[in-house]
């Protein structure tokens, strides 16, 4: 069964008796496994749960064999123990499958065993796998997903709250928290620290911006598909931002310019489509958008011109050549400043502002 982690304290404060035999975390967002983890370790110490063991499954040669047995063996002492099983690829095989849903059964009704599970981010075929429902079926699943920037500076004003400080009230508050989290965006585990930092640097009760300016440390970290999501909301400073920390984690620029490419072609040919008569959401499902992506395509296609959108693709075009180290006479600069320009434009273009010529690009 699932269970949001928000949940999960509530769940383990009722005591022993609400102790699941499984537990299950999955996701890419490290800080919250690994807090969702500790909480669950100490819950199950808590209830007797005093002896424990790690096996991590790496490798087709994993003996699933030595893993059945060690869960089916009792204590010397009768002791109740826990048992961690770590799958870093997702993909437990033919025989781990097959070995965890046996797993399953053998934990039910066996109080003097829990396990965690901890596995990365899973998509929609391998949750809905043999072996994953036998999990879910059996205790609670947990998803670990990274905080979205828009839900940033609510879960820094909840951690803030956990150790008795908060920023000030209204619009300045507002401010401080995004300040806050484009300092730490992309980057849980740092913002975390940031802000026990400020817990050991201020005493309880209100931070002002100066002193969490002085204090945070910029730590951002930023990938390709982030970037899609900051340029097609029309996100300008946030974009920029962004091109800026992927240069500086020497992020390849190709790359970069993939990620923008490919949704200046989807959007051109979405609205070409469009203007042939298809309707939406055919477009859509044609070009493979689906998601966040989805709606805001749905919001960019119908304020924008196909002769708008095909001044990008040939923008695109002569940025492709740039950043593989081609010359061109209009656009003089290097690789990453033609980058900007092209985010930049298709930035304007998703506020609905006129896609003209080629801008200027910014200034750092």
């Known amino acids: 069964m699932q269970l949001r982690l928000d949940q999960l304290s509530a769940h383990l404060s009722k005591g022993a008796g609400a102790l699941k035999p499984v537990y299950t975390l999955y996701g890419d967002e490290p800080l919250l496994a690994q807090e969702a983890g500790d909480a669950i370790r100490t819950a199950a110490r808590a209830a007797g749960f005093t002896e424990r063991q790690v096996h991590t499954v790496s490798g087709a040669h994993f003996d699933w064999s030595g893993l059945l047995g060690a869960a089916s063996e009792m204590s010397l002492f009768g002791d109740k123990q826990i048992i961690e099983i770590r799958i870093p690829s997702g993909k437990p095989g033919k025989e781990g499958s097959q070995a965890l849903q046996q797993y399953c059964e053998a934990a039910q009704g066996n109080d003097g065993l829990l396990t965690l599970v901890t596995l990365p981010r899973l998509d929609k075929t391998q949750q809905n796998s043999a072996w994953f429902t036998a999990l879910d079926g059996t205790g609670l699943t947990l998803r670990c997903d990274p905080i979205e920037r828009g839900q940033l500076p609510l879960w820094i004003a909840q951690r803030l709250a956990a150790q008795g400080q908060q920023v000030e009230p209204g619009e300045a508050g507002q401010r401080t928290l995004a300040f806050f989290a484009d300092r730490v965006e992309g980057n849980l585990l740092a913002a975390h620290q940031e802000i026990v930092k400020l817990g ?165």
């Open 200 to 364: 050991l640097l201020h005493p309880p009760g209100t931070l002002t911006i100066e002193q969490i300016e002085e204090a945070v440390v910029d730590v951002a970290r930023f990938n390709v598909f982030k970037l899609s999501e900051a340029v097609l909301s029309g996100q300008i400073e946030r974009t920029l931002r962004m091109i800026d920390g992927l240069q500086a984690e020497g992020e390849a620029a190709v790359l970069v310019h993939w990620a923008l490419a490919e949704d200046i072609l989807a959007l051109y040919r979405a609205r070409t489509a469009l203007d042939g008569g298809k309707p939406l959401p055919m477009v859509l499902r044609e070009q493979r958008v689906w998601g966040p992506r989805e709606r805001l395509f749905e919001r960019i296609l119908p304020q924008t011109r196909a002769t708008a959108l095909a001044r990008l693709v040939a923008h695109a075009s002569t940025v492709d050549g740039i950043v593989k180290g081609l010359r061109h006479p209009q656009w003089p600069e290097d690789g990453w400043e033609a980058l900007r320009r092209l985010a930049l434009e298709l930035a304007q273009t998703a506020q609905g502002q006129a896609a003209g010529r080629a801008p200027a690009p910014a200034r750092r």
